[in-house]
């Protein structure tokens, strides 16, 4: 999955109003940040390593709303 996909599946998350549907994008977007952070072969940008601890933070939250 390419840098940015994970970027694109979390705010698909974020769009989401179906509560039905909300957990199932919540952890499609949790995936997609552990490949991005799995396929990567170097350290990453403290700009993307800071915006992954956000989106973390954001679908924690959504998890406990939807709960």
């Known amino acids: 999955m390419p840098h940015i996909a994970w970027r694109d599946v979390y705010k698909e998350?974020?769009?989401e109003v179906d509560?039905?549907?909300l957990p199932k994008r919540?952890?499609?977007a949790r995936q997609a940040i552990r490949d991005r952070i799995?396929?990567?072969r170097e350290p990453l940008s403290k700009r993307e390593s800071?915006?992954?601890d956000s989106a973390l933070r954001i679908?924690?939250?959504l998890t406990r709303e939807v709960a």
Do not use: G, V
């Open 13 to 15: 998350a974020l769009m």
């Open 19 to 21: 509560p039905i549907k």
């Open 26 to 28: 919540i952890e499609t």
């Open 38 to 40: 799995a396929e990567s």
């Open 50 to 52: 800071d915006d992954i």
């Open 59 to 61: 679908l924690r939250f």
